[in-house]
């Protein structure tokens, strides 16, 4: 979601394909073929595209803006991201919920192992999560965590209609992505629940859907 996200911010062209973790670089997604050229993980993408296509986001920021996005997009991508696997996978209801979602995105695998699939990866991101850290939390712990997390974003964006001001720059796609991750799930969560009670967080998310993504139903 970050990178389709930055890509409609940048206007970018693309096409969605399903993926291939047999020819995935790093053997994770997202991935792009670019004229031939495999690449992966968003922000090395996101570099590529910049130098290649010249459309840059963050191009009016200053050195103290562009300093602060990397802060905030570091948030998201190394805390706030674990956070929200720990819900999807670590609670046993949201896993029950989310167990057959993740079996119906493996489009091109037969019907009669999606849900071994889904265990699989059920499997590799409990591992995961306890070999970064935050598995080894308990629930409540993690969502103490979280709830800092979500604050933090909510306060530094204030009144502004996007983290760094009046327009939208890379770090809204990242923030978006995993703020509408979080808060815009039918998983029980205090984190979510948290998310949803800070007004100012919870526009934030609707104008981002609404203007990159506004055939997207509404959560």
Not at 111 to 123: E, F, N, Q, S
Not at 133 to 161: C, N, Q
Request: with cysteine; proline share 7%; net charge neutral.
């Amino acid at each position: 979601m970050k990178l389709e996200t930055w890509l409609r911010l940048a206007d970018i062209p693309y096409t969605i394909a399903a993926p291939d973790f047999n020819v995935a670089p790093k053997g994770k997604i997202p991935y792009v073929d670019d004229a031939g050229a495999l690449m992966g993980d968003s922000t090395l993408i996101i570099e590529h595209l910049i130098a290649t296509r010249g459309r840059d986001p963050d191009a009016g920021l200053s050195r103290e803006e562009r300093a602060i996005s990397v802060a905030f997009r570091r948030l998201c991508k190394e805390n706030l991201y674990w956070v929200t696997l720990k819900m999807r996978y670590s609670d046993p209801h949201n896993w029950s919920l989310y167990r057959p979602v993740l079996a119906g995105m493996q489009t091109t695998a037969p019907p009669d192992v999606k849900l071994a699939i889904a265990d699989t990866i059920y499997r590799n991101m409990i591992e995961q999560l306890q070999n970064q850290g935050l598995g080894r939390h308990s629930l409540e712990e993690v969502d103490r965590i979280g709830m800092a997390d979500l604050t933090a974003l909510s306060d530094f964006l204030g009144a502004k209609p996007f983290l760094m001001g009046d327009r939208p720059t890379s770090v809204d796609a990242t923030a978006y992505s995993h703020v509408a991750n979080t808060i815009e799930v039918p998983l029980q969560s205090t984190v979510r629940d948290h998310g949803r009670a800070l007004p100012n967080l919870v526009a934030y998310c609707e104008r981002m859907r609404e203007r990159f993504f506004p055939d997207l139903p509404r959560a």
